[in-house]
């Protein structure tokens, strides 16, 4: 493909501009771009940064998106901001914090490959997190209570679901 | 109290600390979510001034618990030269400046915590420092996301971390960045190698102002890509260890260019002067290019009558938003303002 700009270099550079629903496609050489990159300033770069991006999402799942069409089984949308991975896919930006959680599977290997990690070793937020880590008890006790329980062992089950009773009322307070 | 945030001056440009004849400023970036709100880009302005009025109830709160005193300007009460004096202090990003609406910033009196609201991320807090003070700004940057975390529900996954709008952020949402001033480096075209180096470690070298490798200005922004994995500490060790590599590099080379080009590095410095001191019309980027031969003859010790904050101070004045605010009634063109604001500032700067 040659330089729509200059009509004589290659064309390295490719732009997808979406403006109000409205695609428009460019396709420039490295030094025409550079010269709209002048004009364009930081918008060009952060777009940059988000066609990379979909590149590496369109990557993961190459034509697979394509097979199916909208209703498919194979569509995905977030149950609470109602984002659908396509429109992930075209813009790189996620709905609400919900989408980790609908688009997991999808979004694990797309960490993988940025991150190289899908597991958070930095700052845990002091009250949240104290929370998080309460609930986290309480689902283990829950476990052992139910183990107690069809075990027969009542006396550890009545003191396991004392606990969780305690625990669950710190969080709601 | 509120301070004038449009004067040039910002207390990042104050001189005296580690390492600040190479670097120039530390920041410490922390994207936030609150949790259950869309994120800015899939939300209304309701939503949006709903974020605002909360963060801005926490204020007086604000104010007694992290020492400072702060201020909350909606962007879209600013007309967009105001804005982008605030992007030129680099208090603000450009997405801020150009998408105003919805977006507000927090700023603490002295300048050195900013907080974008309704950016990419319902908050964006920076913590800016002048030279290499790192852990002083993470430390200040912590100490105030939990300020903000005892009145605010964010969003963390004990996974994923604190979860952004884009999945590059999410984890710590943490960009560590240093501005480093590179002259001698790029005299002596020893940029690509630098950046191919420190890509290797996973960090990213980009110019400030302009793109491409010949920065603008020769001022270099290195910055951690990865969010996930690592922990902040971690993040902040390599960046340093970087940093000091850095610094070692940049000074070997001014002092190999002092000793085999002696003459004509400083014939170069003398005649940057010259142009600054004497030019009548003059336009953004080659001010830049002739600041920093200044700031490097400053550093190297041979220019007198004019410090490195002054330096910075310009870099603010000789943009055009500042200078569309400063001279608003003026026939004259900005590159003739701009020329003056120059000549003026350098009236009693000489060369040995």
Known sequence: MICQQCKQEPATVHMIHLNNGETTERHLCESCARKEGLKLGEDLLSNFSVNLLSGLIAMQFGGEQEAHSPGDQGVVSCPVCG??????????????????????????????????????????????????????????????????????????????????????????? | MSHNIFAAESSWMA???????????????????????????????????????????????????????????????????????????????????????????????????????NEEDHLRLQVLLPGEQLNASWETATRIDDILENELDYAFASDLGYLTACPTNVGTGLRASVMAHLPALAISKKIPRLLTAINQ?????????????????????????????????EVLQSLQAIVKQVVDEERNTRRSLQNSTEQELIDRIGRSIGTLKNARLMDTAEAMQLLSDLRLGINLQRVYGIDCQTVSILLVKIQPSWLSVEYPQENASLAWQRAAVLREALSQTSID
């Open chain 1, 83 to 173: 984002l659908s991975y396509q429109q992930f896919q075209r813009t790189g930006r996620l709905g609400c914090d919900s989408c980790y959680q609908a688009f997991r599977q999808h979004l694990e290997p797309l960490l993988r490959r940025v991150h190289g990690s899908t597991m958070h070793r930095g700052k845990i937020p002091l009250r949240s997190g104290k929370t998080l880590e309460i609930h986290r008890q309480i689902a283990h006790l829950r476990e052992e209570l139910q183990r107690a329980i069809n075990e027969e062992r009542y006396e550890v089950a009545a003191r396991l679901r004392d606990e969780v009773r305690v625990l669950e009322s710190t969080v709601k307070s």
């Open chain 2, 15 to 117: 001189h005296g600390s580690a390492l600040q004849d190479v670097i120039l400023t530390s920041r410490i970036r922390l994207a936030r979510n609150i949790r259950g709100f869309p994120f800015p880009h899939r939300t209304t302005m309701e939503s949006k001034e709903a974020l605002t009025s909360r963060v801005e109830v926490l204020l007086p709160d604000l104010n007694g618990s992290s020492g400072k005193e702060w201020q909350l300007v909606r962007m879209n009460s600013l007309k967009s030269n105001l804005r982008g004096i605030l992007l030129d202090k680099h208090l603000v990003s450009p997405q801020l400046v150009h998408n105003p609406d919805g977006a507000s910033l927090l700023l603490s009196s002295d300048e050195e915590v900013a907080i974008m609201l």
């Open chain 2, 201 to 233: 470690m996973g960090f990213v070298v980009r110019g400030i102002y302009g793109e491409g490798s010949e920065a603008a200005g020769q001022v270099y922004q290195i910055s951690n890509q990865v969010s996930l994995g690592s922990a902040e500490g």
